[in-house]
């Protein structure tokens, strides 16, 4: 599982890395565009938007994989190593069972007939397209989140 886990990681880095790339350059020309131009595009912004939500939820995901994420911490660092580990162990299953139903109801909403039909304002893409980031990213999400439970419940109680 950590195999998988770290292969999905390289890719969700390239991944990440072309979307900003790609959103910086829209930004950029559409700020000269309509500036300088005095021309704006009309497509820039929802472009825009898509490359935020799917960074976000590969971002997300990464920050699951290398447990960057918000917390607070504070308590179970005055626990027991045991007590630790099992506090530890609860939480990451209490995440994996909140990412699982969040996803069955995300992949029910990717293939309902409303987003299949879905067009975007500007492009006319397919809105399954920019949704798909949410069901995906947190797909990779579950895989991170098993790999990082296995490796809690691997590690030895000091």
């Known amino acids: 599982m950590k195999a ?3 292969g999905i ?6 991944i990440s890395i072309v979307l900003m790339f790609s959103m910086a350059v829209i930004v950029t020309l559409a700020v000269a565009f309509r500036y300088v131009f005095n021309s ?4 820039a912004g929802e472009v825009s938007i898509f490359l935020l939500i799917w960074v ?3 971002g997300g995901s990464l920050g699951l994989k290398y447990r960057s994420q918000a917390a607070v911490s504070i308590i ?12 530890l162990v609860i939480g990451h299953i209490f995440m994996l069972v909140f990412l699982l139903l969040i996803l069955y109801y995300s992949y029910q909403w990717i ?9 975007s304002t500007s492009l006319l893409l397919p809105m399954w397209i920019p949704y798909l980031a949410v069901p995906l ?14 490796e809690v419940i691997r590690e030895d109680v000091a």
């Open 40 to 43: 704006p595009l009309s497509w």
């Open 9 to 14: 990681s390289t890719i969700e880095k390239y």
């Open 137 to 150: 990213g947190l797909t990779f999400a579950s895989i991170h989140l098993i790999a990082n439970l296995l």
């Open 76 to 87: 179970i660092e005055y626990l027991p190593p045991k007590v630790k580990k099992v506090v």
């Open 111 to 119: 293939l309902s007939p409303s987003v299949a039909f879905q067009k």
């Open 56 to 58: 976000s939820f590969i």
């Open 4 to 6: 998988l886990s770290n």
